[in-house]
């Protein structure tokens, strides 16, 4: 049983920048693929972000890239989620996740979820 457990959110004016990390626990981290999505109150959940076991592949939503940037230390079984220039429209939870294989955009296809960290971002 993976535990994932998400910390760095927060109030943050527009232009500005937060780290989210997600801390994993329960089985080896190394060996899944991880994502990060997040949901705005009375939408769906959406990808934002994920990265395979080795670190070497990862892949981003459109409405993040060249902003946001994801990484791992499966020494420290942790992925991290760099977040630039951020906008108003990223105010949402941001929820960590854990598959076994490959990394995946569909947050159907992940096993393990974390309960989420709040990210706003004010105008």
């Known amino acids: 049983q993976v535990q994932l457990v998400e910390s760095g959110g927060g109030l943050v004016q527009a232009g500005g920048s937060l780290t989210l990390s997600c801390a994993a626990s329960?089985?080896?981290?190394?060996?899944?693929?991880m994502g990060w999505f997040r949901q705005a109150p009375g939408k769906e959940r959406e990808f934002v972000a994920a990265?395979?076991?080795?670190?070497?592949?990862?892949s981003y939503a459109n409405f993040v890239k060249g902003r946001f940037t994801i990484s791992r230390d499966n020494a420290k079984d942790t992925v991290v989620l760099q977040m630039l220039s951020l906008k108003p429209e990223d105010t949402a939870v941001y929820y960590c996740?854990?598959?076994?294989?490959?990394?995946?955009?569909?947050?159907?296809?992940?096993?393990?979820w974390g309960r989420g960290t709040q990210v706003t971002v004010s105008s």
């Open positions: 996740a854990a598959r076994a294989i490959d990394y995946s955009s569909n947050p159907g296809e992940y096993d393990y």
């Open positions: 329960g089985t080896p981290f190394s060996s899944g693929s």
């Open positions: 990265i395979s076991r080795s670190g070497g592949y990862r």
